[in-house]
């Protein structure tokens, strides 16, 4: 047993430092330092570009498709450094959503299609699964997909579609076969959003931001051919998909530099002649979640360490989800008790609003991705086997 | 970063499990427990047999130097069979501060014996009048002659009873001073007792007790025996996990059998939700126990603190958890003597308690905070 990286991972991290502290722009880490979402789209992209140029683009994907061929470890690494230097994170729903679904269950011409421009940000993927009546049920998804010569005619909406504002495609789960059984009947699209009958409205949040999107479908044809895998399976690739997600949302780097950043600010605040890290009762919280994000980096690396040896995450996935959800809205909430009434005055473009902004923001991060009941549901039920 | 075990590690854990299935069952420890010393002499001389009092000593002593991963292999399946034995005091905190503060001669005279388990040491550091805060004690050694004389209270010694040796620390002017006591030595008082976990220990006071000049271990030994104290205390984590661990197996099982309103109660989300939160507060505590057996030997005495410190913060947070809601679950069965559940229960609340209580290392984790 070894807790630490070995030398060729050190070495590693070591190179991926080096490359971030020297081609990461510093505009983009400033906005990012700052949570500043003004320009989220040319960021992603633009720092997208500069990972593919590297090579680095996917670190997830195997070297055939352009990927780096990194090992969990590895892309474990690659992922807390770029967190920690205040890199965007790349945008999830190509690289590591659609994308795994495409080489797993795509044909070869949608692999040549879709996968090149996935790499170089030529297109911008957003994700179409939930629907007003279709939450954390998924399966009983209504958007209907019926079949009309060598063309899907779909009618129907999505909702809660994460910066699809901006999106060029859409992977959609649609509705091929009303008669059969909810999870029987669903299917796996890919569709061009610049196709007509398709209508994008930002919706409003509790942080005052446009971050998600319901997108309407009126008669919107999709060839065939944009099929992923065989019709009515989709709930397979699905389930193959959230998999991948779940494993992703654990973000170490990211929640340690949160709360590098709460302990930056409490040392910085002074109450009764010392500052508030070192005030007894503001101080345990702040060490209570230092040590609950200590064992979960732990967790973290068990479970990357046995996936290593298996193909698709398995159920401990949820495990990291849900402590590193909470683990993270607990450093947001600190940041705003450390505001105190300062939290008052909000202006959301302004940096003094940033906790309070964040707090309200990551309230999402226990809903979205199997909201956190489902995934005690999915525990109970794949690891407890009850 | 690697997360498997050897195969030497693999068959020690093996090795005691085996050990407690064959000759340490539930029933087998119920008599142990009402015996009159509460442990038993024949289990300890099978554990020598098996090497397993020689893990902690240096394969150069004549030991098997399984090292922290090793003990914390072997504490796991003791803190299955929750043995009453006393291995932890022995055969891991005494061994181990002998083996590190020992002169050559002091470790050929004990370690031989404490392997094959004809000497049993304990080591006698907490104090009561500190509040058990390890890093102040007040019992005193004075110069006498061409020896000691040593006086002082030692609080909730485990397994004071059984030792014919106890390791005294105490202070040596500005020093601190590790002394070797022979259990019956003249001025010794022991006052016995049986813990809330079951175990045997007690209350000691030295009285102007007379010791020869070869009796202490090392020179000032506040940081080694810093060091031993942080040593024990990954040991007693990887017995806590093992018998979160069993507790929440006996929860789950007993949850499948229990039927109410015409179901398993398991079947019910309520519980459902309650045992995946059991599940998460047990994976996050062994990620614990391996980091504390990670870093209780490492060099800088400030990393091993604060890993130590967390672990020991949230392993007592997830016993207390998930022994509170085994016994809930288990519903009036859960507060019987019958069932092995309210023994685990028992046995996690004194891990909370002892080698520093969960609130003593939160606070000492908080006071390492630094923001940087």
Same mark, same amino acid.
């Given at each position: 047993?070894?807790?630490?990286?070995?030398?060729?991972?050190?070495?590693?991290?070591?190179?991926?430092?080096?490359?971030?502290?020297?081609?990461?722009?510093?505009?983009?880490?400033?906005? +990012?330092?700052?949570?500043?979402?003004?320009?989220?789209?040319?960021?992603?992209?633009?720092?997208?570009?500069?990972?593919?140029?590297?090579?680095?683009?996917?670190?997830?994907?195997?070297?055939?498709?352009?990927?780096?061929?990194?090992?969990?470890?590895?892309?474990?690494?690659?992922?807390?450094?770029?967190?920690?230097?205040?890199?965007?994170?790349?945008?999830?729903?190509?690289?590591?959503?659609?994308? =795994?679904?495409? +080489?797993?269950?795509?044909?070869?011409?949608?692999?040549?299609?879709?996968? =090149?421009?996935?790499?170089?940000?030529?297109?911008?993927?957003?994700?179409?699964?939930?629907?007003?009546?279709?939450?954390?049920?998924?399966?009983?998804?209504?958007?209907?997909?019926?079949?009309?010569?060598?063309?899907?005619?779909?009618?129907?909406?999505?909702?809660?579609?994460?910066?699809?504002?901006?999106?060029?495609?859409?992977?959609?789960?649609?509705?091929?076969?009303?008669?059969?059984?909810?999870?029987?009947?669903?299917?796996?699209?890919?569709?061009? +959003?610049?196709? =007509?009958?398709?209508?994008?409205?930002?919706?409003?949040?509790?942080?005052?931001?446009?971050?998600?999107?319901?997108?309407?479908?009126?008669?919107?044809?999709? =060839?065939?051919?944009?099929?992923?895998?065989?019709?009515?399976?989709?709930?397979?690739?699905?389930?193959?998909?959230?998999?991948?997600?779940?494993?992703?949302?654990?973000?170490?780097?990211?929640?340690?530099?949160?709360?590098?950043?709460?302990?930056?600010?409490?040392?910085?605040?002074?109450?009764?002649?010392?500052?508030?890290?070192?005030?007894?009762?503001?101080?345990?919280?702040?060490?209570?979640?230092?040590?609950?994000?200590?064992?979960?980096?732990?967790?973290?690396?068990?479970?990357?360490?046995?996936?290593?040896?298996?193909?698709?995450?398995?159920?401990?996935?949820?495990?990291?989800?849900?402590?590193?959800?909470?683990? +993270?809205?607990?450093?947001?909430?600190?940041?705003?008790?450390?505001?105190?009434?300062?939290?008052?005055?909000?202006?959301?473009?302004?940096?003094?609003?940033?906790?309070?902004?964040?707090?309200?923001?990551?309230?999402?991060?226990?809903?979205?991705?199997?909201?956190?009941?489902?995934?005690?549901?999915?525990?109970?039920?794949?690891?407890?086997?009850? | 970063?690697?997360?498997?075990?050897?195969?030497?590690?693999?068959?020690?854990?093996?090795?005691?499990?085996?050990?407690?299935?064959?000759?340490?069952?539930?029933?087998?420890?119920?008599?142990?427990?009402?015996?009159?010393?509460?442990?038993?002499?024949?289990?300890?001389?099978?554990?020598?047999?098996?090497?397993l009092l020689?893990?902690n !000593?240096?394969?150069?002593?004549?030991?098997?130097?399984?090292?922290?991963?090793?003990t914390? &292999?072997v504490g796991?399946?003791i803190g299955?069979?929750?043995l009453l034995e006393p291995f932890w005091s022995s055969a891991v905190v005494a061994t181990h501060?002998?083996?590190?503060?020992?002169?050559?001669?002091?470790?050929?005279?004990? &370690?031989?014996?404490?392997?094959?388990?004809?000497?049993i040491?304990v080591l006698?550091?907490?104090?009561?009048?500190?509040?058990?805060?390890?890093?102040?004690?007040?019992?005193?050694?004075?110069?006498?002659?061409?020896?000691?004389? &040593?006086?002082?209270?030692?609080?909730?010694?485990y397994h004071?009873?059984?030792?014919?040796?106890?390791?005294?620390?105490?202070?040596?002017?500005?020093?601190?001073?590790?002394?070797?006591?022979?259990?019956?030595?003249?001025?010794?008082?022991?006052?016995?007792?049986?813990?809330?976990d079951?175990q045997?220990a007690?209350?000691?006071?030295?009285?102007?007790?007379? &010791?020869?000049?070869?009796?202490?271990?090392?020179?000032?030994?506040?940081?080694?025996?810093?060091?031993?104290?942080?040593y024990g205390l990954a040991a007693l984590c990887a017995e806590a996990?093992g018998?979160?661990?069993?507790?929440?197996?006996?929860? !789950?099982?007993?949850?499948?059998?229990?039927?109410?309103?015409?179901?398993?109660?398991?079947?019910?989300?309520?519980?459902?939700?309650?045992?995946?939160?059991?599940?998460?507060?047990?994976?996050?505590?062994?990620?614990?126990?391996?980091?504390?057996?990670?870093?209780?030997?490492?060099?800088?005495?400030?990393?091993?603190?604060?890993?130590?410190?967390?672990?020991?913060?949230?392993?007592?947070?997830?016993?207390?958890?998930?022994?509170?809601?085994?016994?809930?679950?288990?519903?009036?069965?859960?507060?019987?003597?019958?069932?092995?559940?309210?023994?685990?229960?028992?046995r996690?609340?004194a891990f909370?308690?002892r080698c520093?209580?969960?609130?003593?290392?939160?606070?000492?984790?908080?006071?390492?905070?630094?923001?940087?």
């Amino acid at each position: 047993m070894d807790l630490d990286f070995n030398p060729e991972e050190q070495t590693f991290r070591d190179d991926v430092r080096r490359f971030l502290d020297t081609e990461l722009p510093a505009d983009i880490r400033d906005r +990012m330092r700052r949570d500043d979402a003004s320009r989220i789209r040319d960021d992603i992209v633009r720092w997208q570009q500069i990972l593919h140029a590297k090579g680095w683009g996917a670190p997830g994907w195997p070297v055939e498709f352009g990927g780096t061929g990194w090992s969990k470890t590895q892309q474990y690494i690659f992922e807390n450094e770029c967190a920690l230097a205040d890199a965007p994170a790349q945008l999830a729903f190509g690289i590591k959503m659609v994308a =795994p679904v495409i +080489m797993r269950y795509g044909s070869a011409e949608q692999q040549q299609r879709f996968l =090149p421009r996935i790499l170089a940000a030529q297109d911008w993927w957003c994700q179409g699964y939930s629907e007003t009546g279709s939450g954390s049920d998924l399966a009983s998804l209504k958007m209907k997909a019926e079949r009309e010569g060598d063309e899907y005619v779909l009618n129907g909406h999505k909702v809660w579609n994460t910066l699809g504002q901006f999106a060029d495609w859409i992977f959609c789960l649609v509705r091929t076969d009303p008669s059969a059984k909810p999870q029987k009947g669903i299917s796996f699209l890919l569709i061009d +959003m610049k196709t =007509p009958g398709i209508s994008v409205r930002p919706t409003r949040l509790l942080d005052g931001t446009f971050e998600v999107n319901e997108i309407r479908f009126d008669n919107v044809r999709v =060839p065939v051919s944009n099929r992923v895998g065989e019709e009515n399976l989709g709930w397979t690739y699905a389930k193959f998909l959230l998999g991948h997600e779940r494993t992703n949302i654990a973000g170490i780097g990211f929640f340690k530099r949160e709360l590098l950043r709460l302990k930056q600010d409490a040392a910085g605040v002074l109450k009764d002649g010392r500052s508030l890290l070192e005030d007894p009762a503001f101080g345990n919280k702040i060490a209570q979640v230092e040590i609950e994000l200590t064992a979960l980096e732990v967790t973290n690396m068990r479970v990357i360490f046995a996936e290593a040896a298996k193909q698709a995450p398995g159920p401990e996935a949820s495990m990291l989800k849900i402590r590193g959800t909470e683990i +993270m809205q607990r450093i947001s909430e600190l940041q705003v008790e450390l505001l105190g009434p300062a939290a008052l005055a909000y202006r959301p473009d302004d940096d003094g609003s940033r906790a309070t902004a964040a707090y309200l923001n990551l309230r999402k991060l226990s809903i979205f991705g199997g909201s956190n009941e489902i995934q005690r549901n999915i525990i109970a039920h794949m690891i407890l086997g009850l | 970063m690697d997360f498997s075990f050897t195969d030497e590690q693999q068959m020690l854990l093996d090795t005691t499990r085996r050990f407690i299935a064959e000759g340490y069952s539930f029933e087998h420890r119920n008599r142990v427990r009402a015996s009159a010393e509460g442990w038993s002499r024949e289990v300890w001389a099978q554990l020598a047999e098996l090497g397993l009092l020689a893990i902690n !000593i240096p394969e150069e002593d004549g030991g098997i130097g399984a090292g922290p991963v090793g003990t914390l &292999l072997v504490g796991n399946a003791i803190g299955e069979g929750m043995l009453l034995e006393p291995f932890w005091s022995s055969a891991v905190v005494a061994t181990h501060a002998i083996v590190s503060l020992g002169s050559a001669e002091q470790k050929s005279e004990w &370690l031989p014996r404490l392997a094959g388990g004809e000497t049993i040491a304990v080591l006698a550091h907490d104090e009561a009048s500190t509040r058990f805060d390890a890093m102040t004690i007040e019992t005193r050694a004075t110069p006498r002659g061409e020896g000691w004389e &040593l006086s002082g209270r030692k609080s909730a010694v485990y397994h004071a009873p059984a030792a014919d040796l106890l390791l005294v620390s105490a202070r040596v002017g500005e020093e601190w001073g590790l002394f070797a006591v022979p259990a019956d030595a003249s001025g010794v008082m022991l006052s016995a007792y049986a813990t809330v976990d079951e175990q045997r220990a007690g209350d000691v006071v030295f009285e102007k007790v007379a &010791l020869a000049a070869g009796s202490r271990l090392g020179g000032d030994a506040r940081l080694s025996l810093q060091a031993v104290l942080d040593y024990g205390l990954a040991a007693l984590c990887a017995e806590a996990f093992g018998a979160m661990d069993r507790i929440l197996a006996a929860t !789950i099982s007993y949850s499948r059998s229990r039927v109410q309103f015409g179901a398993p109660i398991g079947s019910f989300q309520a519980l459902q939700h309650r045992m995946a939160e059991m599940l998460m507060h047990l994976e996050q505590a062994r990620s614990m126990s391996y980091l504390a057996a990670s870093r209780c030997t490492d060099p800088d005495p400030a990393t091993r603190s604060a890993a130590l410190s967390a672990a020991k913060t949230l392993m007592g947070q997830a016993a207390r958890y998930i022994g509170q809601q085994a016994v809930q679950l288990h519903g009036g069965m859960g507060m019987t003597d019958e069932l092995d559940v309210s023994h685990y229960f028992k046995r996690l609340l004194a891990f909370e308690l002892r080698c520093g209580t969960t609130d003593q290392h939160l606070e000492k984790y908080r006071r390492q905070l630094r923001a940087a």
